[in-house]
């Protein structure tokens, strides 16, 4: 007996992704996302465009609301209160019950808040939600003090995104350069150093203490050193909303845990995006993603799994960002053991790679050339074994090395 009616709950990318793939692959039944913000909306644009104003609350949406009729999608603006797999149904706080013959928890993150006294004061910020970033901006004028606590994605770009607002800011974060693991070490600090060229102070330190105030708040380092602002933002990553799917009894560590194709131990449960960890079939417990293309692939992995279907490929992980007018995309792992290849122009690093002993590569990451990090997605996933001089060089296409390079050995002379 086929599947009549599946409710998702949650509306990031994840759940839209969930939703929008069952259609596409046949499903007819009754299908639900419950959302307590609505329509299902794009995050990335909230510490970028949005929070500057160049992009609106409509250009967010995945979909205007005519598309979900269209596609007999209903979308409830509620929140889901309980799971329950015996009776196959998701209790709303409104108390209404929807019968669910199966369910998708896509629930995402919510952002890690600092162990530390006043990291829970009211005038703490975090960026999250559309509701998050309206505040934000509602805080800033030209000339206000604002102090980031975190220097990784959502850190940097809000810097960024302030500096346009004529903000002043302070970056805080206990290593320098972040995000090493993500695009490698010399890319990291060519990326990091850009907050001073643009007049965004950074410290590196840890922070002791947040004292809240009428107007100006006092950020103490462990060192002493205090940090005065008008506006603190915290970003130092999310921690996974789980609970719904523990008191149904699922087992959650750090996550929702899931098989390779998105189900949960109670197998009536499905988790994707922030909130899913997976288990691979070896026992391997992988660590939580946190990208929006992983959120993505992983709705496509649970549709297809719903309907019984063989889930897309896999490929190597990948996600962009943006700082100071600059696109910076990464692809596979740059931590990985092995060495770095650096692809130099003007005294710029225009990309890295990272290579296996053999000359396999593993990871990409790239300024301003997603051509290049497309090309190099392909060769990781290939496993092609690359030249690393003809690698340095910027006037070779890594398209190019996709030929004259081989998947099983040495580079091709």
């Known amino acids: 007996m086929g599947l009549e009616s599946i409710v998702i709950i949650g509306g990031g990318p994840g759940g839209f992704t969930t939703a929008e793939q069952l259609r596409r692959r046949g499903f ?13 909306y794009d995050r990335p644009p909230l510490s970028k465009d949005y929070l500057t104003g160049a992009k609106h609350a409509e250009a967010l949406l995945f979909q205007q609301a005519q598309w979900y009729q269209d596609h007999q999608i209903e979308v409830i603006a509620d929140r889901a209160v309980s799971l ?32 530390i006294p006043g990291g829970d004061a009211e005038c703490v910020q975090t960026l999250r939600t559309r509701q ?40 805080i974060d206990t290593v320098d350069p972040p995000l090493v693991p993500a695009v490698g070490a010399e890319l990291a600090r060519q990326l990091h150093d850009m907050h001073a060229q643009h007049g965004v102070q950074t410290i590196t330190g840890s922070c002791r203490e947040i004292g809240p105030g009428q107007t100006e708040h006092t950020i103490v380092l462990q060192d002493g050193t205090e940090v005065h602002a008008d506006v603190v933002l915290v970003g130092v990553g999310i921690t996974a909303v789980t609970e719904l799917a523990e008191a149904a009894g699922a087992e959650v560590a750090d996550g929702v845990i899931v098989d390779e194709r998105q189900r949960s131990s109670i197998g009536w449960l499905y988790a994707v995006g922030d909130a899913a960890r997976t288990r691979s079939a070896d026992g391997t417990l992988e660590r939580r993603a946190e990208h929006w293309e992983h959120a993505v692939q992983s709705g496509t992995i649970a549709a297809a799994a719903l309907l019984g279907q063989d889930p897309p490929p896999s490929t190597a992980p ?36 990272r290579l296996a002993g053999d000359g396999t590569m593993l990871g990409a990451a790239a300024v301003d050339a997603g051509l290049t990090v497309r090309a190099a997605r392909r060769i990781i996933d290939r496993r092609i074994v690359v030249d690393p001089v003809q690698l340095a060089d910027p006037d070779v296409p890594l398209k190019k090395l996709m030929k004259t390079s081989s998947p099983t050995g040495s580079p091709n002379r």
């Open 28 to 40: 007819d039944g009754s299908l639900t996302v419950v959302d307590p913000e609505g329509l299902p």
């Open 132 to 171: 998050d970033a309206d505040s934000l901006r509602g805080s800033v004028r030209p000339g206000s003090r604002a102090a980031i606590i975190g220097a990784g994605l959502i850190g940097a770009e809000t810097a960024s995104s302030l500096r346009t607002l004529d903000a002043e800011v302070v970056l």
């Open 84 to 115: 329950h797999p015996q009776t196959g149904a998701v209790e709303l706080a409104s108390g209404q019950q929807l019968p669910a013959d199966r369910a998708v928890l896509a629930t995402g993150g919510r952002p890690r808040r600092l162990p």
């Open 318 to 353: 990948w996600f962009w960002t943006d700082r100071y007018g600059v696109h910076v995309e990464a692809v596979g792992d740059m931590a990985a053991e092995g060495s770095t290849v650096l692809r130099e122009q003007d005294g710029q690093i225009r990309a890295a790679f």
